[in-house]
Antibody, heavy 117, light 107 residues
Framework: QAQLVESGGGVVQPGRSLRLACTGS????????MHWVRQAPGKGLEWVAVIWFDGSNENYADSVKGRFTIARDNSRSTVYLHLNSLRAEDTAVYYCAREIQGVLDSWGQGTLVTVSS | DIQMTQSPSSLSASVGDRVTITCRAS??????LAWYQQKPGTVPKLLIY???TLQSGVPSRFSGRGSGTDFSLTISSLQPEDVATYYCLKYSTTPWTFGQGTKVEIK
């Protein structure tokens, strides 16, 4: 069973930056596209970003485009999400997820990002 | 971008009832539709993919159908452990898009 563990969440002031990480185990990490999905408190799921298995391509939700950057280091089985110019509305639990043929089949436990002054 | 409209936003039903949740895409997405279950305080769990294929280990009372723009998730006999919020996810093209969610409760 694939295991994904997120880290890096915390409390950050508006306008500041944060880097989230998601490390995979029990899977051939370099074979899979990886996604970030977020969930604001009491709200639904919102897809954030995807990076191809080899890092050759990436896509973003309009709500984060130009502010967030997804990256990966397959040698470390880790995918990152760089969050810049943070806003209060970015407050959420951030999940990473593995993709198999488009489907997000395995999810991490999530890491909470709180944007507050 | 393709929008996903899920309904109802919430429902309350009795144990043993048949429950159906629908998801409509603003454009055709073939069968690139998945369903997730999220129990309170837990991580989303994949139930169904390619509209109607049950993920391994998911009880057979869950089923999905549809193609193109109209999809549904049915619980044939609602159980107490099915209390959760259910989301559809379209993955035909970027961006991936979730429905707004349906909260299922026991009456």
């Amino acid at each position: 069973q694939a295991q994904l563990v997120e880290s890096g969440g915390g409390v950050v002031q508006p306008g500041r930056s944060l880097r989230l990480a998601c490390t995979g185990s029990r899977l051939t990490f370099s074979s899979y596209a990886m996604h970030w999905v977020r969930q604001a408190p009491g709200k639904g799921l919102e897809w954030v970003a995807v990076i191809w298995f080899d890092g050759s391509n990436e896509n973003y939700a309009d709500s984060v485009k130009g502010r967030f950057t997804i990256a990966r280091d397959n040698s470390r089985s880790t995918v990152y999400l760089h969050l810049n110019s943070l806003r209060a509305e970015d407050t959420a639990v951030y999940y990473c997820a593995r993709e198999i043929q488009g489907v997000l089949d395995s999810w991490g436990q999530g890491t909470l990002v709180t944007v507050s002054s | 971008d393709i929008q996903m409209t899920q309904s109802p936003s919430s429902l309350s039903a009795s144990v043993g009832d048949r429950v159906t949740i629908t998801c409509r895409a603003s454009q055709g997405i073939s069968n690139y539709l998945a369903w997730y279950q999220q129990k309170p305080g837990t991580v989303p769990k994949l139930l169904i993919y390619v509209a109607s294929t049950l993920q391994s280990g998911v009880p057979s009372r869950f089923s999905g159908r549809g193609s193109g723009t109209d999809f549904s998730l049915t619980i044939s006999s609602l159980q107490p452990e099915d209390v959760a919020t259910y989301y559809c996810l379209k993955y035909s093209t970027t961006p991936w898009t979730f429905g707004q969610g349906t909260k299922v409760e026991i009456k």
